[in-house]
């Protein structure tokens, strides 16, 4: 039996003192296992596996015990070594600890921001869920008919507007809470219907909040909006947990077919979890309560997709990638295990194919502005994987890359969240390489914007050549254990591995648009709106992304950044059922195209991996 397998008599407790958080641990856990039970967001791109350095942490108090397969770590044999930085996903706590976990690996707040917010981000409301407020005459003995037919009797009077709501079925839960609620409320409520359904019962004065989640591959979005007047409340991201069980979906949907039992399960709890945690965290910055949800929009791929509902996943995984479900879902909250309104429901968005998703509808549907008037348009969503959609003389194809984490910092050596001390910019002066940093601090890592920069800037400068090989000797250009790498600023390297991920992220998105050209038959030239969708793609230089080949090399104001269409399209789904309607004809209307079986394929994304 080894010193892990014994039983602890007691709870731990992990300190984190930065994040003002101190949380039970076990010790047959990792401290990253831990942390990620608690909501502590450490980065993890490779599941725990101990290969990609994200999770690395400082104990700064306490004993810890290390998986010898780490070599970072300290040996298992000797005192923790409170010196070293060492991979939370190796250690396991062995006492009480103090730790500190790098500003690199603080997991990123998801940019949450979308094209319009500010002033005008009032969202046009012809809501799925219609509330009321009514006042009922008391019960007595003469007048006793059911609670729930005295509701209906007093919304049968038309009191302010034609169609008035009425009511055919009631659910279960409302009822129960009915007969409390009314006589709690002195004979009013806030009634809650969608359709003919009532879905809630509420004292009067109470909030009607809807809740729309763009559920991404590594980040989830989350925006909390009063259905009464369409204002947004708060928006919030976080990581999604689900990174615990692997960067891309490929990983994921591995685990769910071929992991231990209840694999699949675990995947889609942390999916909820991230949902919950959203609403929990929304309600919390407005001093509203969760309860007060009463409508749900959640858009993702179609992995994400199935994943939340919990359908299958093994044959999405596997030519010819056939999703189980395409077209929108509405489904109970509690059904989930969301802490929402009991009665609400889930509306979750249409898939178009493969792994584009409902993620990729709403960018559609929120950019439709955009590329309504264009003869041939690009729709991107630039992410863990992204997704394209060409429009061109009115035919929508639509294709999924799996571009990786790398250009949002993941899985590289020196990735790190958009935060102070990120390099978020990166250009030669007299031909030395120079950075920017967020708020002008000391540089600690470099975020997705300044990944590419990099890249394009190394190879600007002669530091990468053609083929992305590193180029020594340089004043700029070092080495360690056999890998080259370049300096960008003390301490922050970027390395042949770097360069290598960038290269193959660049060539997966390139290889795609170019393939989606040649199926509609059109040269990138004839592209009149270049549309960049997605936090990551908000914030990326274009002169950067061109000079990697990443995107053709197109007159610059053809371009558009957007932000996050994708939440901008599952807030505007869920202020408007008319807006649900437009993103199931988009969905049907696309054609999917998968690119990985194609013998092109290979042969172009070969190509694009070099710089031309
Ligand atoms: S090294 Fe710890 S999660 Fe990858």
Known sequence: MTSRDKPFARALTLNFPQLGRAIAASGDETVLQSARRHGVRIVGACGGRGTCGACMVHIRDGEIEADHADPAAPSPAAPANRKKWVRACRVRARSDCTVEVAPRSLAPVARADVAGDGDADRLRLDAAVASREVHLAEATLTDNVADIDRVIRALAVPID???????????????????????????????????????????????????????????????????????QLASFGLENPQVAWGADLVSRIDYAVSGPAGAADELRIAAVAAINALAHDLCAASGAKATEIVDVVVCGNTAMHHLLLGLPVRQLGRAPFVAAVRDAMDVKAREFGLGVSPGAYVHVTPNVGGFVGGDHVAALLA????????????????????????????????????????????????????????????????????????????????????????????????????????????????????????????????????????????????????????????????????????????????????????????PRERFVQVGNAAGAGVRQMLASTAARSRARQLAAGCRYVEMSTRAQFQRAFIHNLGFH
């Open 161 to 231: 507007a034609p169609g008035t709501p009425s009511i055919g079925t009631v659910d279960l839960v409302a009822a129960r809470q009915l007969p409390q609620t009314l006589r709690d409320a002195a004979w009013s409520l806030r009634l809650c219907l969608r359709g003919s359904e009532l879905i809630d019962v509420a004292p009067p004065g109470s909030r009607v909040l809807g809740l729309a989640v763009d559920l991404g591959t590594t980040n989830a979005a989350g925006f909390l909006v009063d259905l009464q007047s369409g204002a």
């Open 367 to 554: 950019t439709e502005s955009h590329w309504r008037d264009a003869a041939t348009s690009l729709v991107m969503d630039i992410g863990t994987n992204t997704e394209i959609s060409l429009i061109h003389d009115g035919v929508f194809l639509s294709a999924s890359s799996p571009s990786g984490p790398a250009l949002e910092g993941g899985h590289i050596s020196c990735g790190m969240r958009a935060a102070a001390g990120a390099i978020e910019q990166v250009g030669l002066d007299d031909g030395h390489v120079t950075v920017r940093t967020i708020g002008g601090k000391t540089p600690v890592g470099l975020c997705g914007s300044g990944v590419l920069d990099a890249l394009a800037t190394l190879y600007r400068a002669g530091i990468v050549d053609r083929r992305g090989r590193i180029q020594a000797p340089h004043r700029d250009v070092g080495a360690q254990d056999g890998e080259r790498f370049a300096v960008l600023a003390p301490g922050v390297h970027f390395t042949q591995a770097d360069v290598r991920a960038v290269q193959l992220a660049k060539a997966a998105i390139r290889t795609a648009v170019d393939l989606l050209l040649a199926d509609a038959g059109v040269e990138a030239p004839a592209i009149g709106r270049f549309i960049i969708a997605g936090a990551f793609g908000a914030y990326i230089d274009i002169d950067s992304a061109v000079a990697i080949g990443m995107f053709p090399d197109l």
